[in-house]
């Protein structure tokens, strides 16, 4: 595989942080990431997703070590949206990337794919990247994932031009939070095949595609299809963050 494809590694920290814990697992990844001058020429992007609260602090903390921060969600809506965080917020803020349509906020606060559509072309518009989390809901089938990946990601877009503009995050949900991430023979071939049949939609290249779902140290050798891997709670040490960004360098 061209080592330009692993070029996505980074990590969410949910709701699992307080305050002060962000800021020292922050500084953490900066140091860690500043410690790896060739993961740039490399072209490989760290990325962390934190706590809105200290998206200010991140950016000023993980942007001057080549960390790319991103937000864990964004609003369709603008003006009188009580509580919510508009995309255009986010952008001027300096924020690049945006996670969108991940499995919890699809169960827990009923995103339908209507919703992550909106939620999808906003960001886009506001000239974010969203961070399309896509996935089936049980395993065993990689032609059937591919189908329903692919679908989520058409309807998520609405214009297939645009789907050069979002990275897709494929997390299988029956993988979410296991105790081990899904295997990497069912990876590859879903991951190949998502590209496959993107490519053909769009008529050039795919977008890149990273994989999520009790992703850690160790994965990425064995998936050699992903552009990346979207790291889980493995990487709340920011250690194993730093196992992950040299196990791309060296792929």
């Known amino acids: 595989m061209p080592a330009e494809r692993a070029r996505w590694i980074g990590t969410s920290t949910k709701m699992y942080f307080g305050y002060q814990q962000h800021f020292d697992w922050m500084s953490a990844v900066a140091r860690i990431v500043e410690e790896r001058p060739a993961l740039a020429e490399a072209g490989i992007t760290p990325f962390v997703i934190p ?23 964004v609003s369709q809506d603008e003006g ?17 990337l945006v996670e969108i349509g991940h499995a919890e906020r699809r169960a827990r606060y009923g995103e339908t794919d209507a919703v992550v ?27 059937g994932a591919v189908r329903t990946v692919v679908d989520q990601c058409v309807a998520a877009v609405g214009d297939a031009a645009l789907l050069d503009r979002i ?44 994989y999520g779902g009790s992703a850690g140290p160790g994965l990425l050798a064995t998936v ?8 889980g709670r493995f990487a709340h040490d920011p250690a194993n963050f730093g196992r992950v960004l040299d196990e791309a360098l060296a792929r």
């Open 80 to 96: 009188a949206a009580t509580g919510e965080v508009g995309a255009g917020l986010l952008a001027e803020m300096g924020v690049r």
């Open 224 to 231: 050699p299809e992903v552009d990346g891997l979207f790291l």
């Open 167 to 210: 990275v897709v995050a494929y997390e299988p949900v029956w993988a979410i939070g296991a105790p081990a991430p899904a295997g990497a023979d069912h990876v590859n071939a879903v991951v190949a095949g998502i590209r496959s049949s993107l490519t053909e939609l769009i008529g050039g290249p795919a977008p890149a595609i990273v």
């Open 117 to 143: 559509a909106a939620k999808t072309r906003v960001a886009i518009a506001a000239g974010l990247t969203p961070l399309l989390c896509v996935g089936e809901a049980e395993g065993g089938d990689p032609e």
């Open 51 to 73: 706590s809105f609260p200290v998206l200010e602090s991140a950016l000023r903390i993980l942007g001057p070590a080549g960390v790319t921060v991103g937000a864990q969600a």
